[in-house]
């Protein structure tokens, strides 16, 4: 069973910086898609950020320059993505979801191409 959590969202300041952080286990030993999405209220789920386990990365083009995905050390039985969050705007403002599909050579930011969903965690940015 694939169990999925993130954690570290909380209240920020514009221009502030946030580490998110999700944990994943269920894939024993070996790295799997880990990506980070968000949604608003009346909006649909967003890519955020992606990383293959070869290290390539991905991103929203509204987050491009300013986040950073990374994979933690790879456990016997989990897994771990950050996403650093810098120079933070209130359109950031978001439930922060973290999810999981079993390979990890091309790791999308299709909401679909998912399986597994944490519970999300909240960024609220303020000016």
Known sequence: QVQVEESGGG??????????????SGYRG???????????PGKEREGVAAIDRD???????????RFTIS??????????????MNRI??????MYFCASKSDAYFCPLEA??????GQGTQVTVSS
């Open 30 to 40: 070996r790295r799997f898609c880990l990506t980070w999405f968000r949604q608003v």
């Open 71 to 84: 994979q933690g050390a790879l456990l016997d039985y989990s897994d771990t993505r950050y996403l650093q």
């Open 55 to 65: 290290g390539n990365t991905r991103y929203a083009d509204s987050v491009s320059g």
């Open 112 to 117: 679909d191409r998912y399986d597994y969903w």
């Open 89 to 94: 705007t209130r359109e950031d403002t978001a």
């Open 11 to 24: 209240s920020v300041q514009s221009g502030g910086s946030l580490r998110l952080s999700c944990a994943a």
